[in-house]
């Protein structure tokens, strides 16, 4: 007690004693580049957006910047996988293996979300909520709702036919699948171009 005594006692002789009151500046105005970041992000594309950002979270994976070609070669990932829209093929690399398959990507209308994502979400059967129930067999999830995932229309792979997810064979989804859960999703990156 005696101490906070002394300080106060201290404290308030040398405000008396230095010649300048000390004067109470205004806070600095924090939000004023946060109002001006909102106004340049309203005229962005959410593409944009995500790519200003550089590395962002996805809803159920996380999604990495691909500016550099060298990401395809140079991640520190055990499993790879990609997804080529223009081909419609996906590859698939691990310890011990690889192979190359056909897929469906979206159809006119609805693109398939380009990029590269880390951690998928993995689902052993999903249903759509937003296209009649749909089965997804086999579902990993990369963006949100956009998945790699089994499909009942396997006449239709080699183009485009999906709702924006890559679909593949019921049977190489569920190798993909168990491939990704063996080796661990966290060491997983899929990159879709």
């Not at 946060?34 to 994976?61: F, R």
């Not at 996380?62 to 080529?84: G, H, R």
């Not at 949100?144 to 499909?151: D, R």
């Amino acid at each position: 007690m005696k101490t906070l005594a002394l300080a106060l006692l201290f404290f308030s002789f040398s405000a008396v004693a230095s010649p300048e009151a000390p004067t109470i500046s205004e806070p600095p105005d924090i939000f004023a580049d946060l109002e001006n970041d909102i106004q340049v992000m309203d005229q962005m594309t959410p593409e944009q957006i995500e790519s200003a950002l550089g590395i962002y979270p996805g809803m159920d994976g996380d999604m990495i910047e691909v500016e550099d070609s060298n990401l395809w070669t140079t991640t520190n990932s055990v499993v790879s996988i990609n997804v080529s829209l223009a081909k419609q093929s996906l590859s698939i690399s691990y310890p011990g293996g690889g192979f190359t398959t056909r897929i469906s990507s979206g159809r006119a209308g609805y693109s398939t979300k380009r990029g590269c994502f880390i951690r998928p979400r993995l689902a052993r059967m999903h249903y759509s909520s937003k296209y009649n129930n749909a089965p997804m067999p086999h579902s990993m999830f990369f963006y949100g709702g956009y998945a790699i995932h089994g499909t009942t229309e396997e006449g239709r792979l080699g183009r485009p036919a999906s709702h924006g997810c890559v679909r593949v064979s019921r049977a190489n989804a569920a190798t993909l699948f168990s491939i990704v859960k063996r080796f661990g999703a966290a060491n997983t990156r899929i990159c879709v171009r």
